[in-house]
């Protein structure tokens, strides 16, 4: 994987999530080439989101989950390699915001693998390696 050249044409390996939005369109982490991919149900590519486009090796796009809000306006995606969850508005694929850090302290990150949402809108992240642990990161009112 080189940052500066033009993007594959073909998934890393491997493909780390499937996520399907209210309005059709399935957005696919390509963790390796540090993106995201956009497609209509049919296949039809529609755009890709690069998230963290200098990250090597493990890359940055480990697992993504949509928004509850009618809209599901914003994409939460688990970057295991830098440690951090990116928030990006789901139309545009523009960083809105960042959290996390690696380390062991609650809000750090050791390998964070697995992103989740429930109903009220808290995220629940899962680490893996010797991380192994779930937290829950509530709203702000």
């Known amino acids: 994987y080189d940052p500066a050249a033009p993007p594959s044409r073909q998934f890393g390996s491997p493909v780390h999530c499937v996520r399907l939005a209210r309005d ?3 957005y696919v982490c390509d963790r390796e080439n540090d ?3 956009v497609f209509r149900k049919s296949g039809e590519f529609v755009r890709e989101f690069f998230i963290a486009r200098d990250t090597r090796l493990i890359g940055s796009v480990w697992d993504a989950v949509l928004s509850n809000d009618p809209g599901q306006t914003y ?3 688990a970057d295991g390699a830098n440690n ?3 928030v990006l508005r789901r139309d545009t ?5 960042t959290f996390g850090r690696n ?6 990150f050791h390998w ?3 992103i989740a949402i429930d109903s009220k809108g808290n995220l629940y992240t899962a ?3 010797t991380g192994k642990r779930l937290q829950r990161f509530t709203p702000a009112p």
């Open 24 to 26: 059709g369109l399935v």
């Open 35 to 37: 993106r995201i991919q």
């Open 75 to 77: 994409l939460y995606v």
């Open 84 to 86: 951090q969850v990116h």
């Open 93 to 97: 694929g523009a960083e809105v915001s």
């Open 103 to 108: 380390g062991r302290m609650a809000g750090q």
């Open 112 to 114: 964070v693998h697995n």
């Open 127 to 129: 680490e893996v390696d």
